[in-house]
């Protein structure tokens, strides 16, 4: 089936010490979202690529960035995890900028210790 | 993008209907409403999206006032795997982006 797939599940980093996470997609979308959902919130937009174009939210803090190296990959690039950045980090795609509908994956939990 | 207000949680009997309500007071003309759930551990999940008319898939109604200031998402037969927190979002599209506010705990009980 197609879908959008976050790996690891699970990931346990430490303070200070950079962090990838990894989202992939066989939709083919054009579109890849990166959210921030911590404990007992809702979930908040990090940034999103339309196809190469990159477009960071204003609040989004300078130690996340994001690398998208072709269609189906995206990663989410945490310089120094602080102890406020445990949170899940869900992944997402669009057909396109006109699409109704995003499709998410199941979400990377990140602890930090 | 429109701000919703959503009552933070709600129950509901297996096998009733849920009737879900979001106000959207200050949504523009050519915004649309979506409902997106999250079922505990998983990513959100699309349901349904409306612009003025009603709209009904395998998943749920969506009812819109006339004046398109509130809307209510209706769930028909509720089952045990409708237990999850529903988003209400107002947008021109959700290709663009999707901005979640605080959504309603739905708990469906035996």
């Known amino acids: 089936d197609a879908m959008v797939i976050q790996n690891p599940r699970y990931q346990v980093t430490q303070f200070g010490k950079p962090v990838t996470l990894s989202c992939s997609q066989t939709l083919n979308h054009n579109v890849m979202y990166w959210y921030q959902q911590k404990s007992s919130q809702a979930p908040k937009l990090l940034f999103h690529y339309y196809d190469k174009d990159f477009n960071n939210e204003a609040d989004t803090p300078d130690n996340f960035q994001s690398r998208r190296p072709n269609t189906s990959f995206c990663f989410l690039d945490i310089r120094s995890p602080g102890l406020g950045d445990a949170a899940m980090y869900l992944c997402?795609?669009?057909?396109?900028?006109?699409?109704?509908?995003?499709?998410f994956g199941p979400g990377t939990r990140l602890t930090v210790t | 993008d429109a701000k919703t207000t959503q009552p933070p949680s709600m129950d509901c009997a297996e096998g009733r209907a849920a009737n879900l309500p979001c106000n959207h007071s200050t949504i523009s003309g050519n915004e649309y409403v979506y409902w997106y759930r999250q079922i505990h551990s998983q990513g959100p999940q699309y349901i349904i999206h409306?612009?003025?008319n009603n709209e009904t898939n395998e998943m749920a109604s969506l009812i819109i006032t006339e004046d398109r200031k509130s809307s209510t998402l209706i769930l028909p037969h509720a089952t045990l795997r409708d237990t999850a927190v529903y988003y209400c979002?107002?947008?021109?599209?959700?290709?663009?982006?999707?901005?979640f506010g605080g959504g309603t705990r739905l708990m469906v009980k035996p």
């Open positions: 979002i107002v947008t021109r599209n959700a290709g663009n982006m999707l901005t």
């Open positions: 997402a795609t669009s057909r396109d900028s006109a699409s109704y509908e995003q499709y």
């Open positions: 409306g612009l003025k």
